[in-house]
């Protein structure tokens, strides 16, 4: 298959939304594990997760304060106060031993489970005291300051459903709901393999060499959204060494990550070697700038699906590759109901020219005063730089063949 130039006609080139779509078909939902709930985060679940327990577990105060019967105080005024004798305290974390007698009040505090008889809590700011009376001035609603047993929610009621990558906050409503384990979607597997002669893997590089960006960026990227650091190795742009290197870390994955060799020059291996190891290639060439030569193949090993993407060397194809096709992937891989890349809705600040391929723009974000985004593009944008991303919030999506002016619609994706 022939490479379009950028002047030229792309009919060749796989739109991005064909390229994200074919990933919903081609990838394989991976098998179900049970995990203590400790090490469910970022993971997805694989079933739908219940509470083991009634929230709130028992009728509890909501105050610090005085618990007591709403009608011993059915008649307080300010002119005629009800006095009750304190009886009792009641402290978080111990269950009360006996009921509360009529006519008297407990010191309570919040959390503290309500003895029975108390229907109610007079909050501290409220009452006043004359040694172990507690003095009030007015009637309260039944209830008042009490937090019901359930009114949250009932056992066995559904909290979580599967398809949900589990975040801090998810966790914590299962872990207060007695979730001790879960189902959750197994790890992916992703090894990254990172080519070019040119790529220096310590030190200073020759002189006509590049520091490492890729590398560090696919490390970085991973562990920012909750995977293992991947193994990660350097592999020199020699076809022997190169079929040595993937054949191992497909064999070792349920994705395998390359960076460079994919394009159309005489040392561009990725796609020969990966035919060679018995690799279908799904597809090559992506309608998208940066990213154009990005490839997608898949091999059966039995009943295991290994993953191969290629993504194109220059480090701002990469960014792209991972933040849409990797996490896109991913998404399938680990059942998201709602698969990655998350669009959201926001306007351009600045009219943008049209390009024969689809646009991913590293542009900076603002919320106006109406809450709208608007989205005003950055300089520096080829894909062989990356020093726009100390001011880039955001990666805009524009529509190929179509200019867009000032206060156009976009699709973008937070950085
Ligand atoms: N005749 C054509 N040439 C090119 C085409 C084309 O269609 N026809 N496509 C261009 C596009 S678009 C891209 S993108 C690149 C992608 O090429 P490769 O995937 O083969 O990547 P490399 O050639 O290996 O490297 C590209 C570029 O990136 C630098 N690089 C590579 N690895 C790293 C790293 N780990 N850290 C920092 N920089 C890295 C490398 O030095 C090159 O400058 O092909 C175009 N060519
Ligand atoms: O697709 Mo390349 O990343 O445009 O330079």
Sequence with gaps: MAAADDCGHHGRLLPLDDALASYGREVRVLATETVALTQALHRVLAEPVTAAVDLPMFTQSAVDGYALRAADLAAATDAAPQRLPLSGEVRAGVAPTAALPAGQTWRIFTGGRLPDGADTVARQEIVERDGDIAILRDALPCGTDVRDRGEELRAGSTLATPGQRVHSGLLAALAMAGVASVAVRRAPRIRVLVTGDEVA???????????????????????????????????????????????????????????????????????????????????????????????????????????????????????????????????????EAEPAPHWRDGRLAAAVRADAREQLLRMTLRIDSDGQVWLERLGRQASHMLSNLSAATALVRIPAGTALDTGAHVRWLGL
């Design 201 to 335: 893997t310590s030190g200073a590089p020759g002189e006509a060499g590049v520091f490492d960006a890729n590398g560090p960026l696919t490390r970085a990227w991973f562990s920012e959204h909750g995977y293992a650091a991947p193994r990660i190795d350097y592999v020199v742009d020699d076809r022997a060494a190169l079929e040595a290197a993937m054949r191992d870390a497909l064999a070792d994955s349920d994705l395998l990550l390359t960076t460079g060799g994919v394009s159309v020059g005489d040392h561009d291996l990725i796609r020969p070697v990966a035919t060679d190891l018995g690799v279908r290639e799904v597809f090559w060439q992506v309608a998208q700038k940066p990213g154009k030569p990005l490839y997608f193949g898949v091999r059966d090993d039995g009943a295991q699906r290994r993953l191969l993407i290629g993504l194109p060397g220059n480090p701002g194809a990469v960014l792209m590759g991972l933040h849409l096709h990797v996490a896109a992937i991913l998404s399938q891989l680990q059942g």
